[in-house]
């Protein structure tokens, strides 16, 4: 069949329920996401139904047994939304509010990342409904390993390349890869991306993350005529990525002034002694009890006077009930989905710039590319290599989309959309239908 773009949109059926917008959940927010950005797209927007459907989407049962001989069941998933440009990636998070909206919206969204970026991948995510805090050590191996097993049949160096996130790390990276391995008979490096370095993860895929955030930040500040190194920081999650965004902003001379996470929010005007918290969190699990600073209630984080303000714990912080109240000139999204569409316009209105998720934490799916690359090759960079590279690639992406946001005056997340649907419904267009 032709498909010329003078071809008409196709009709589509109304989408199947579940994948319809479920009360604004994380999927309802991409859908609405996607609609804001239809109109800039030209011919290209007849395949942007294409967006709308995850491509394919598996729900497992993982189940195992505990210490004490029971046997619990677990609710897996893993989402491929799109594998136009390349195989699917994104991470695999363990925590007890994951739903299936949830993964699919974390799926979505790294497809746009992805795209922005312009790594050669497609965009996937999985999860597994639990708290990770109350298993053993066995039992979140057992758990890893049937659930790898589980999603074993789409996943693959050239499928789907899955990676940590919220609750999920090198050591349960280094299960997924010998489970996959011990699976198919030969050691695969590459299904899985952030793993220990002595196993064949990268230099740098630690810290990439938070490395983007403020790579991004910088860039942004030099743009809007805002000083880093006079800058007060305030930021919501203080973990791989929250952290070391915060490490490198008071490295830069900015004050890091308030942190709130799980178990509470802590305060001081003058900066907080970015080492010396990372410490305490490694030791006691959350900023909580730090003694060098001023308890505060957690909500009160959202009200302190300050000029970035970096949410990195989870989706939908920033919402109707306080976007109004914060201070900050800019906002850099280093957790995926933390600002929902009201919130958004909201900071808008207000002149607050915020800086999407899908540029502001792209760092780590670019290392993890670097780690996959690496991996294949068997040949490995050092850091500083990584980083180079990294900063680069952060650079380029978010000159492209500044440019974008200028010429069609929307916001930055709009451009983000724009620049990256534009490259997954070209490949999409390119490489046609099938049959
Ligand atoms: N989980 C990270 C993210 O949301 C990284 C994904 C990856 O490296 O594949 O971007």
Not at 89 to 99: M, P
Not at 184 to 190: D, L, R, Y
Not at 209 to 232: M, N, P, Q, S, Y
Not at 267 to 292: I, M, Q, W
Request: charged share 20%; hydrophobic share 40%; net charge neutral.
């Amino acid at each position: 069949m032709a498909t010329s773009s003078s071809t008409p949109a196709p009709t589509a059926h109304p989408l199947p329920s579940y994948l319809q917008a479920e009360h604004l959940g994380p999927w309802g927010i991409f859908l609405q996401q996607v609609d804001r950005v239809e109109p800039y797209l030209g011919n290209l927007a007849r395949w942007v139904e294409t967006l709308k459907r995850p491509k394919r989407i598996l729900v497992v049962d993982v189940p195992i047994h505990l210490d004490d001989g029971r046997i619990a069941h677990f609710e897996g998933y893993r989402v491929q939304h799109n594998t136009s440009r390349g195989p699917g990636k994104g991470g695999v998070r363990f925590h007890q509010d994951v739903t299936l909206s949830e993964v699919m919206a974390l799926s979505a969204w790294m497809s746009i990342k992805n795209a922005a970026v312009n790594v050669p991948y497609g965009g996937a995510k999985g999860g597994i409904r639990v708290d990770p805090k109350t298993l053993s050590r066995g039992e979140l191996e057992r758990m890893t390993r049937r659930y790898t097993s589980e999603i074993g049949i789409i996943i693959g160096p050239t499928k789907d390349i899955p990676a940590p996130d919220v609750n999920t790390n090198e050591q349960i990276m280094a299960w997924m890869m010998d489970t996959y391995s011990m699976n198919q008979g030969s050691t695969a490096t590459g299904v899985v991306t952030g793993k220990p370095v002595d196993l064949g993860g990268s230099l740098g895929r630690r810290e990439a993350t938070g490395r983007g955030v403020f790579t991004v930040g910088a860039e942004a500040a030099k743009r809007i005529g805002l000083d880093v190194a006079k800058a007060a920081v305030a930021v919501q999650g203080f973990g791989n990525v929250g952290g070391i965004a915060g490490k490198l902003f008071a490295e830069a001379g900015a004050r890091v002034v308030a942190v709130q996470d799980h178990g509470g929010a802590i305060y001081r005007e003058a900066g907080l002694d970015v080492p010396s918290l990372l410490k305490h969190v490694a030791e006691k699990g959350t900023v909580a009890g730090f003694e060098h600073a001023e308890a505060m209630e957690a909500d009160k984080f959202w009200d302190v006077p300050c000029d970035i303000m970096i949410p990195a714990a989870l989706e939908q912080q920033i919402t109707k009930a306080n976007a109004h109240r914060i201070q900050a000139r800019m906002v850099i999204e280093g957790a995926n989905g933390p600002t929902t569409p009201e919130a958004d316009d909201i900071l808008h209105e207000r002149n607050v710039l915020v800086l999407p998720d899908v540029i502001a934490n792209a760092g780590g799916v670019t290392v993890s590319y670097f780690e996959w690359v690496q991996d294949f090759s068997s040949f490995f960079w050092d850091e500083d290599e990584i980083n180079k590279r990294l900063v680069r690639v952060m650079q380029q992406a978010f000159a492209g989309v500044w440019q974008v946001a200028e010429q069609h005056k929307v916001s930055l997340r709009t451009a983000t959309f724009i620049v990256a649907c534009e490259r997954i419904l070209h490949t999409r267009e390119l490489r046609g239908l099938y049959p």
